[in-house]
């Protein structure tokens, strides 16, 4: 089992910053992909960025040049790195692992956080 924690989420003003975190224990695989979704209510959760074990990223192309995904290996920690947040960001974020190779297995390979709200006002 794995355990997601975030933190980070908030209000603030259009054009603003805001840092999550998320921070996984448990049975991580040394190969994984960490990421963070986001949803509104009545829509679909979507992706919003994804960072590989090596370090390769992938972002939506709506956050692109404001978000910026990390990861601490060490610390089994992902970042997300949020600027010049616009009114239409405001959503719950999701912290998701994806356990590459557990689902061969038999094994649970997709966790998720309980999600937290980010909030911008215009």
């Known amino acids: 089992q794995v355990q997601l924690v975030e933190s980070g989420g908030g209000l603030v003003q259009a054009g603003g910053s805001l840092r999550l975190s998320c921070a996984a224990s448990g049975k991580l695989f040394s190969a994984n992909v960490m990421g963070w979704y986001r949803q509104v209510p009545g829509k679909q959760r979507e992706l919003v960025a994804t960072i590989l074990s090596g370090g390769s990223t992938n972002y939506a192309d709506s956050v692109k040049g404001r978000f910026t995904i990390s990861r601490d290996n060490a610390k089994n920690t992902v970042y997300l790195q949020m600027n010049g947040l616009k009114s239409e960001d405001t959503a719950v974020y999701y912290c998701?692992?994806?356990?590459?190779?557990?689902?061969?297995?038999?094994?649970?390979?997709?966790?998720w956080g309980q999600g937290t709200q980010v909030t911008v006002s215009s």
């Open positions: 998701n692992v994806h356990l590459v190779g557990a689902q061969v297995l038999g094994l649970k390979y997709d966790y």
